[in-house]
């Protein structure tokens, strides 16, 4: 006869942290993170029209000054400085212009004005611009006030940027805007790490395939396509490495393979200890496992592991866990892979539109987006919630220190954008 078996006490906190256990804090996590990888990806050179989103192997360079001479900043006349008096004054002008792409070949006559547009090269002796709204003008003179300020209206040669200076850091992903200053400083094409490729394995039995036709018990596998756009978003190479049953031989050929062909392994599902949670099982097989109890709601428990050489994130399969911990763990981690140093988002500080009151001992993160000036959270916290998920903007972040939260308090918002979505 078995003894008969006495329920567990009730917790009325089920996250409460139970008594003795590490947890390790979020803060600790990026350090190991930090220090512990570095970039993975080889260098290549592609063309200017190739560059957008990519990550700069090295310092960049200017091939040459933007401006490269010095220019007239309007449409108007140039002058010497030193022939102008303070009040009215007429200045005979010279034959001819300078236009942008067009010089004016010759040098400004003593006592000259000439005609000079936005853009083009000041002629030898001319160190002044004076507006064109700011003269009378007829062919042969102009009329006008002084006093003009020297330099007035013109730009200077290398003012912006000078020939040889660093424009942009090794580590930097390429802007629309960079590509401005990279096409302004004579370069047409620039050294960049190979993308990092990244693969996605969705694990359970329970899931099926977006589109498909399921079973009433299954649901639809939202992790996968999640994280392949995430990564799309981040300017890594996205791999689809499919779904993979609660099956450990299945699972650990479909890790074989993967790490073949990909940089970096995320999978979601399995990563906790229960009895089907065989990505942490088979990591932990590995050898190379550190199973990272975060400090950390939503997401915890996040399964790190070295498989064949490959780094794998076992990220929480709740998909809204699954973000979060792909955001702040797997980003940055990622990144410093990619050879973008390790970077953490800047965070904005704004006034609350909730109230919250937060123990110690766990950063935590909600869904978030600012309206109004204040910053509100989503209605659940709950963690399968994938409808937050497009609610919400971005995230709100808690401190691992106890704290109040009211109407009105700052707390600190990270934008979906601050993450490189
Ligand atoms: P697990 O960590 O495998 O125990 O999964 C935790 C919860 O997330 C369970 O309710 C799973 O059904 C769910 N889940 C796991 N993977 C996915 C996925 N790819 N898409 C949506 N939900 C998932
Ligand atoms: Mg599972």
């Not at 980003?331 to 500080?349: F, I, N, S």
């Amino acid at each position: 006869m078995s003894e008969a078996l006495t329920p567990p006490p009730l917790k009325n906190d089920c996250f409460a942290l139970p008594p003795g256990t590490h947890w390790t804090p979020v803060g600790d996590a990026f350090e190991s993170l930090r220090t512990r990888l570095g970039p993975v990806v080889d260098c290549e050179t592609v063309p200017l029209s190739e560059a957008l989103g990519r990550v700069l192997a090295q310092d960049l360079n200017a091939n040459r000054s933007n401006p490269p001479q010095p220019n007239s900043a309007v449409d108007g006349y140039g002058l010497r400085h030193a022939d102008l008096v303070d009040g009215p004054q007429v200045l005979p002008l010279m034959d001819g212009r300078s236009a942008a792409g067009v010089p004016f070949e010759g040098a400004l006559g003593a006592g000259h004005a000439i005609r000079i547009l936005t853009g083009a090269t000041l002629p030898d002796g001319v160190d002044t611009v004076i507006l064109q709204e700011d003269v009378s003008a007829s062919d042969q003179e102009i009329a006008f006030h002084g006093p003009l300020k020297r330099g007035a209206n013109t730009r200077k040669a290398g003012e912006d940027v000078a020939a040889g200076d660093v424009i942009l850091p090794a580590g930097r992903r390429i802007t629309p805007a960079d590509m401005a200053l990279m096409a302004a400083t004579g370069l047409g094409e620039v050294s960049v790490r190979k993308k990092l490729r990244v693969g996605v394995l969705s694990t359970g039995d329970e899931l099926a395939e977006a589109g498909a036709v399921a079973r009433e018990d299954q649901i639809f596998d939202a992790n996968r396509p999640m994280l392949l756009a995430m990564l799309q978003r981040f300017g890594f190479e996205a791999h689809d490495l499919g779904r993979a049953p609660d099956d450990r031989p299945a699972l650990r050929g479909m890790l074989d393979a993967a790490s073949a062909r990909v940089d970096v392994i995320l999978t979601s599902g399995g990563a906790s200890a229960g009895d089907e949670d065989h990505m942490s099982a088979l990591l932990n097989e590995s050898g190379a496992m550190a199973m990272w109890r975060l400090a950390i709601k939503p997401g915890r428990p996040l399964a790190l592991g070295i498989w064949q050489g490959t780094p794998v994130f076992g990220l929480p399969g709740n998909p809204v866990a699954a973000m979060v911990c792909a955001l702040v763990f797997a980003r940055p981690a990622m990144g410093l892979m990619a050879g973008e140093g390790w970077k953490l988002p800047e965070p904005l500080m704004l006034p609350a539109a909730f109230a919250k009151s937060k123990k110690a001992g766990r950063r935590e993160y909600q869904r978030a987006r600012i309206r109004g000036g204040q910053v509100e959270v989503f209605k659940s916290e709950g963690s399968g919630r994938i409808s937050g998920l497009s609610w919400a903007e971005g995230l709100v972040e808690l401190p691992d220190e106890a704290c109040d939260v009211t109407q009105g308090t700052p707390v600190a918002f990270y934008p979906f954008s601050a993450f490189g979505l």
